[in-house]
């Protein structure tokens, strides 16, 4: 029963600050629309949760409030959100609900959307009048940087799953944030979203709950599933070749791009050419320059160029 307005679907890998005109144009796409085919009874918005922008720290939380000093405090607003969203008391305050995803890898952005389009139609109904509040601590990154297989964040999703199906709460989100953002607002949070006009439980207040969350993230910050190897111990690895009949993958965690890397990095590589190691297929070098010289020196020829580390 819904009339539908889609403004704008974009979005971006994982890189550099989002530039100004951007997020001017593309924001302003859906500022416009709330704008000029209102009234707007309510609005689901599907955003990452971790964007910097040239002039703004917290991308969506900027957008929100624009958003929100169009429409009112009245009209509901729910966001889904990345498990790695740094999420703000920006974006707390302007959004009525926040839903993060709970699978890393994500796979359960189709039921994180119902859940959303559900809790905003009780919403848009009077049903409910939902609210959000934030916990945070001190904390570049924690909660096993999101791993939602076992450990910490696994154990709170389930608890935060438990007091949503026991009507406790609307919503309970753990977000391991995006410690490579460099802003002040970086890193894990809990977001309990609750009902205003009292129609949730009799458990815990919301913002106890965050905070005995939030307790439980720090307490075990220390708490990781990931262990980085040396260059040496990667080429090692790499000269044991695969075990069994599944190939063997060797990431470059330093140089990540979706990290703000810049894909260019030859430490393992070099590190594989002086061992000797053989049957591998190294990928990828990102390096333009590198690809000309190439071109130049045509098919079938040696060159000698420099590759990498530019």
Same mark, same amino acid.
């Given at each position: 029963?819904?009339?539908?307005?889609?403004?704008?679907?974009?979005?971006?890998?994982?890189?550099?600050?989002?530039?100004?005109?951007?997020?001017?144009?593309?924001?302003?796409?859906?500022?416009?629309?709330?704008?000029?085919?209102?009234?707007?009874?309510? +609005?689901?918005?599907?955003? #990452?949760?971790?964007?910097?922008?040239?002039? #703004?720290? %917290?991308?969506?939380?900027?957008?929100?409030?624009?958003?929100?000093?169009?429409?009112?405090?009245?009209?509901?607003?729910?966001?889904?959100? %990345?498990? #790695?969203?740094?999420?703000?008391?920006?974006?707390?305050?302007?959004?009525?609900?926040? $839903?993060?995803?709970?699978?890393?890898?994500? $796979?359960?952005?189709?039921?994180?959307?119902?859940?959303?389009?559900?809790?905003?139609?009780? !919403?848009?109904?009077?049903?409910?009048?939902?609210?959000?509040? $934030?916990?945070?601590?001190?904390?570049?990154?924690?909660?096993?940087?999101?791993?939602?297989?076992?450990?910490?964040?696994?154990?709170?999703?389930? =608890?935060?799953?438990?007091?949503?199906?026991?009507?406790? !709460?609307?919503?309970?989100?753990? @977000?391991?944030?995006?410690?490579?953002?460099?802003?002040?607002?970086?890193?894990?949070?809990?977001?309990?979203?609750?009902?205003?006009?009292?129609? +949730?439980?009799?458990?815990?207040?919301?913002?106890?709950?965050?905070?005995?969350?939030?307790?439980?993230?720090?307490?075990? =910050?220390?708490?990781?599933?990931?262990?980085?190897?040396?260059?040496?111990?990667?080429?090692? =690895?790499?000269?044991?070749?695969?075990? /069994? %009949?599944?190939?063997?993958?060797?990431?470059?965690?330093?140089?990540?791009?979706? /990290?703000?890397?810049?894909?260019?990095?030859?430490?393992?590589?070099?590190?594989?050419?002086?061992?000797?190691?053989?049957?591998?297929?190294?990928?990828?070098? @990102? %390096?333009?320059?590198?690809?000309?010289?190439?071109?130049?020196? =045509? $098919?079938?020829?040696?060159?000698?160029?420099?590759?990498?580390?530019?």
């Amino acid at each position: 029963g819904w009339t539908l307005i889609h403004p704008v679907s974009a979005n971006a890998n994982p890189s550099g600050t989002v530039t100004d005109d951007a997020f001017e144009t593309i924001g302003g796409m859906i500022l416009d629309a709330a704008k000029r085919q209102g009234p707007i009874d309510g +609005v689901l918005f599907h955003l #990452h949760g971790a964007m910097v922008t040239e002039s #703004h720290e %917290d991308g969506e939380g900027e957008l929100l409030e624009r958003l929100r000093g169009i429409l009112g405090p009245n009209v509901p607003i729910v966001v889904t959100l %990345d498990l #790695h969203a740094n999420v703000t008391q920006k974006m707390a305050y302007n959004a009525s609900a926040l $839903i993060a995803f709970r699978t890393y890898p994500h $796979i359960d952005m189709y039921e994180r959307a119902w859940q959303g389009a559900e809790l905003l139609e009780d !919403a848009m109904q009077g049903k409910t009048r939902p609210k959000t509040i $934030i916990a945070r601590r001190p904390m570049l990154h924690g909660l096993d940087w999101g791993r939602t297989q076992e450990g910490p964040m696994a154990e709170l999703i389930a =608890r935060g799953e438990t007091l949503e199906h026991a009507g406790e !709460a609307l919503a309970v989100s753990i @977000c391991a944030g995006f410690a490579l953002a460099n802003i002040r607002d970086v890193g894990p949070s809990v977001t309990v979203t609750y009902d205003e006009m009292g129609g +949730v439980g009799t458990g815990p207040p919301p913002q106890e709950i965050a905070e005995t969350f939030m307790d439980h993230a720090w307490e075990t =910050r220390a708490y990781t599933t990931v262990h980085m190897l040396s260059v040496a111990q990667a080429v090692a =690895r790499a000269r044991e070749g695969q075990k /069994g %009949d599944q190939p063997l993958v060797i990431a470059d965690f330093t140089d990540n791009p979706g /990290g703000g890397g810049y894909g260019d990095a030859t430490a393992f590589l070099k590190g594989l050419v002086e061992a000797g190691v053989e049957g591998v297929a190294f990928h990828a070098i @990102c %390096d333009p320059q590198a690809v000309q010289d190439g071109i130049r020196a =045509r $098919i079938g020829a040696t060159a000698t160029l420099t590759l990498g580390g530019k």
